[in-house]
Structures are given as structure tokens and as C-alpha cells.
């Protein structure tokens, strides 16, 4: 059984709507470190099992939830637990870093980045950028309907960034104007596809079409082991507006060829020639 | 001077959200048509290049109030601006039935068509395919932020067509599921490139990519005599949301490369081989 205080974090990763595969990992150890202060032995065992699948649950094509399921071990050893689910925290969050290192080297000074939704690993990288002193400018979606893209506004606000917002059906007008697309990612299936928020891969065919470089940020985690793009399963969650039900898949999938190069903590991938 | 029942007209041009080119278009004719009821003489006469102006500045971009504009003579004869007012319509009228006959041949059975935002032409080719019988299903976008996908949607729900709605986002994720894609257009430039609604051109794209075939439907009038793609003067409304300032074009420009015909009353036009 899982205990209540666990399945409260659960249940508020079920209920996130703005922020991602990076934040909702976090909180899925966090979910494993309360654990291992309640529980031990074969009920921790047990509960270690469960909350697996319900982590997994809250989004299935989320490779993160997956990695961090498979990171923690099935023991009755709280120490072990807390250990490994501790580790997994500092390992993402020093991910970040380096992706925000290595990713600013790509900006350039006086660049136009566009990117859509929110990413914190391409915040990291702006934020990097930043103090490494270049100038840039963000064109970034609202991203309907659940305007992520509002939340990275706040955020360029506070650090002084100049940005323009614009409807996710202009992507196709302004990646004309950008010299850089920086995406981040939700999975990277293991033949190279990106899934992230649903019109990611609209912005990937128009960089491809406006000769806009088109790079994508993604912490090793988040690569899936074994599933390929037609393996994942895309989440889908109500909407509707006046009246009339609207669909509303969460991710697309950008597949490798229209991908300059993701950019992950251990360097930057790019896509074998053969495509 | 203009009388001010006819600046009524045109400040309802002006304020239209939903509708497009076409009813604009005779929106705009019923403009002339009322000023002919009104003055005569040299009133009239200066009355029309000041209608004239006013009709083409409601939107720059749109060939169709720039035709519309040419068709109407310069002359102080009542009797000669109601004729060519009223023969204009006659015509646009006769383009979009002639437009729904040969557009629906396009249609086979059991057709998955994808479309953007409302136009009458392509409803009048929907229309026209139920009339010969055929069974077909549509997929529409809601066209944030004016939402005339869901005019559209309430047309087909009368029609009884069996229709999806999606948001702009989802535009790449969707286009994979039809199997023809048939969008309107407010301009056709001198060199082929269709003006429409923005996310047009992301429609074009993802089609392309997908290896789905995307047709415009679009009266010969609105195709500009002059203007090529680089001519056009895209418009843009204001916008916000959550306190900042959204930008908001109003139409993208495809170029001629990712369209597999132009329906006109004339017939289907193709792009010339060497593009």
C-alpha cells in the first residue's frame, strides 16, 4: 500500500500542467524519499513496486518517469532508497548545468532564439548565456491551452531578457525571423525522435524550411532505453471551447532528420549522416 | 465625401473577426452598391476613390477588396456603379459554386480532410461533396485566437459531417491522420504563394512531410494582378494575455512549393515544374 502522503505527490504531479519531464522526475524522488521515511522492509518493498507503476502512469511517455522508476531499486533497505533517490536529484540537477553550459556556447552574440512551451533545461541554457555576458533575443509561443509559454515570459521578465510572445499558430511567420530554435525535450526515443509539447515538431519543419538551426535540450534521463518513436504512447487530456470537445494530445514527435543536434550533459548528439 | 451609412459598412468590415476575403469582398459591393442609392455626379464620382481607398486599407493584404476596388468604374453614373457592383457579386457567387463542383471531385470516399481555420470556399466544397454522396470526415483547428474553426465546427455539426477539432499546436500531429488537406486563402500573390489565416503555412508543411496532398481553394478575384509574396503587408491586431502583449498576425504566406493545386472557378492550378 502506498501511503497517503506519497500518493498526495503523486496525485499534484498528475495535477501539473505547466511544467515538465525535468520538474515532475523530482518530484517522482521526492515521492521515494518520503517513502523511505515511512516504510521499510517488504512493505516498503511493496510500496516501492507500486509507486513505480504510478509514476510511470502519470505520464507514459515520459522516459524520465520511467529512468527514475528503474534508478530506484526494489528493496526493504530504506537507507538504499533514499540514497539512490537523492543521487538521482543531484545527477538531474548537475544535468542541468551542464546542458545550460555546454548549450550556451551555440548562442551567439545579438542571436534570435525561438523556442516553444516551457523547458527549464533551455532556461538553464538562457540563464547561462546570460552571464556568460551575450546579448540575445527569445521569440516563444503562449502555447495554448495551457499557456506554458506565459510562465518562460515571467521568467525572461525578471532576468531582463527581451522577448516577444506570439499565438503557437504563428510559428511558421517567426522561425523566419530566428537564427536559433532551442526546444527542450519530454523523451528521446532511442531512434533519435524528440517528444515534447504538441507543435514542437511544427517549429522543427519550419527551422528545416527557413534554414533555422533547430537544436533540442534533454538530460541523458530523459533518453528511453527501449522504446522507439512508434512506441510511444501520446497522453492525451480534456478540452473543450464552446461547447465543442477539442482534442488535445499533449506531445508531438519530432523525428532526427529536422534535428540539428541535442544538446545533453555529456556533450552535444548530432544525427548519424545515413538520414 | 462617403455618406455615413456607407463608413457603417465598411466600419463593419473593419470589426469582421470570423469571416474572410469573400464575404468581405461583398460586403464591400453592398458599400458600392448603397453609395449609388446615395449620390450621382461628381459627389459620387470622388465618393467611390474615397470608398475605394477605404475598402483596400481595411485589409492591405487581401487582392480581393484591392479587385474589387478596380472593378468598380470611376464614374458619376449611379446606373453603371450599381451594374458592376452587382455584377461582381454575381460572379463571386458563381466562382464559389463553380469552386464546390470541381473541389469536391477531389474528394473520394471515406476522405480524411484537414483544414484551417473557416472558409467559405472550402465549406462550399464540403457541401457540394455531400450533394454527390460521398462520406468524408474533417479536422479542424479552433484558429486561436478568434476561434473561426468553431464556426466551421457548428456548420458541419448542421450538415451532419462527422468533424475533430484540434488546437493550432496540434496541427503536425494531426496532418499524419489525413489523407487531404484543403484550406482557403485571402490572397494568391503573382508568383503563387497563398496568403491565409496564420498556421497555413505549418499546415503546408506538416502535409509535405507527411506525403499529404494540399490544395487551396480560392476564387480567380482573389488573386493579386501585381503584388508578388515579398509585397504583401501582413496585418496584425492587438492581442494579450495574462498581461502581456501577444503578437498576432493575422495570415502567413505558403509558397507555391507546398501546394498541390489552387482550386479556382476556372479550374486547378499547378505550380510550373521547375519549382
Same mark, same amino acid.
Given at each position: 500500500m502506498i501511503p497517503k502522503e506519497v500518493m498526495r505527490i503523486i496525485e499534484e504531479m498528475r495535477l =501539473?500542467? !505547466?511544467?515538465?519531464a525535468s520538474y515532475l522526475a523530482k518530484k517522482g524522488a521526492e515521492a521515494y524519499l518520503l517513502l523511505s521515511e515511512l516504510l521499510q522492509g517488504d512493505e516498503l518493498k511493496e510500496a516501492i513496486r507500486e509507486v513505480g507503476r504510478e509514476i510511470r502512469a502519470v505520464n507514459p511517455s515520459m522516459a524520465s518517469l520511467y529512468n527514475l522508476s528503474r534508478f530506484? /531499486?526494489?528493496?526493504?533497505d530504506p537507507k538504499t532508497v533514499r540514497m539512490k533517490a537523492e543521487e538521482f536529484v543531484r545527477l538531474s540537477e548537475e544535468a542541468r548545468k551542464e546542458i545550460g553550459n555546454i548549450g550556451s556556447e551555440l548562442i551567439d552574440e545579438n542571436e534570435v532564439i525561438i523556442t516553444h512551451s516551457f523547458s527549464s533545461a533551455v532556461l538553464e541554457i538562457l540563464k547561462n548565456a546570460l552571464r556568460k555576458g551575450k546579448r540575445f533575443k527569445v521569440i516563444l509561443t =503562449? +502555447? +495554448? /491551452?495551457? %499557456? =506554458?509559454g506565459l510562465h518562460l515570459s515571467k521568467e525572461l521578465d525578471a532576468l531582463g531578457v527581451p522577448f516577444e510572445v506570439i499565438t503557437d499558430a504563428q510559428i511558421g511567420l517567426f522561425a523566419e525571423k530566428a537564427t536559433l530554435a532551442l526546444v527542450g525535450a519530454d523523451s528521446v526515443t532511442k531512434d533519435g525522435a524528440v517528444v515534447n509539447k504538441a507543435g514542437t515538431k511544427l517549429l522543427a519543419l519550419a527551422c528545416h524550411d527557413a534554414g533555422v538551426p533547430f537544436y533540442v535540450a534533454a538530460e541523458s534521463f530523459k533518453m528511453h532505453p527501449e522504446a522507439d518513436a512508434k512506441d510511444v504512447e501520446l497522453m492525451e487530456r480534456p478540452y473543450s471551447r464552446q461547447g465543442y470537445r477539442v482534442r488535445n494530445y499533449l506531445f508531438d514527435i519530432t523525428p532526427w532528420? %529536422? !534535428?540539428r543536434g541535442i544538446i545533453t550533459e555529456l556533450g552535444i548528439l548530432v544525427p548519424p549522416k545515413e538520414i
Amino acid at each position: 500500500m502506498i501511503p497517503k502522503e506519497v500518493m498526495r505527490i503523486i496525485e499534484e504531479m498528475r495535477l =501539473e500542467r !505547466i511544467r515538465g519531464a525535468s520538474y515532475l522526475a523530482k518530484k517522482g524522488a521526492e515521492a521515494y524519499l518520503l517513502l523511505s521515511e515511512l516504510l521499510q522492509g517488504d512493505e516498503l518493498k511493496e510500496a516501492i513496486r507500486e509507486v513505480g507503476r504510478e509514476i510511470r502512469a502519470v505520464n507514459p511517455s515520459m522516459a524520465s518517469l520511467y529512468n527514475l522508476s528503474r534508478f530506484i /531499486p526494489i528493496t526493504g533497505d530504506p537507507k538504499t532508497v533514499r540514497m539512490k533517490a537523492e543521487e538521482f536529484v543531484r545527477l538531474s540537477e548537475e544535468a542541468r548545468k551542464e546542458i545550460g553550459n555546454i548549450g550556451s556556447e551555440l548562442i551567439d552574440e545579438n542571436e534570435v532564439i525561438i523556442t516553444h512551451s516551457f523547458s527549464s533545461a533551455v532556461l538553464e541554457i538562457l540563464k547561462n548565456a546570460l552571464r556568460k555576458g551575450k546579448r540575445f533575443k527569445v521569440i516563444l509561443t =503562449e +502555447s +495554448s /491551452p495551457d %499557456y =506554458e509559454g506565459l510562465h518562460l515570459s515571467k521568467e525572461l521578465d525578471a532576468l531582463g531578457v527581451p522577448f516577444e510572445v506570439i499565438t503557437d499558430a504563428q510559428i511558421g511567420l517567426f522561425a523566419e525571423k530566428a537564427t536559433l530554435a532551442l526546444v527542450g525535450a519530454d523523451s528521446v526515443t532511442k531512434d533519435g525522435a524528440v517528444v515534447n509539447k504538441a507543435g514542437t515538431k511544427l517549429l522543427a519543419l519550419a527551422c528545416h524550411d527557413a534554414g533555422v538551426p533547430f537544436y533540442v535540450a534533454a538530460e541523458s534521463f530523459k533518453m528511453h532505453p527501449e522504446a522507439d518513436a512508434k512506441d510511444v504512447e501520446l497522453m492525451e487530456r480534456p478540452y473543450s471551447r464552446q461547447g465543442y470537445r477539442v482534442r488535445n494530445y499533449l506531445f508531438d514527435i519530432t523525428p532526427w532528420k %529536422y !534535428i540539428r543536434g541535442i544538446i545533453t550533459e555529456l556533450g552535444i548528439l548530432v544525427p548519424p549522416k545515413e538520414i
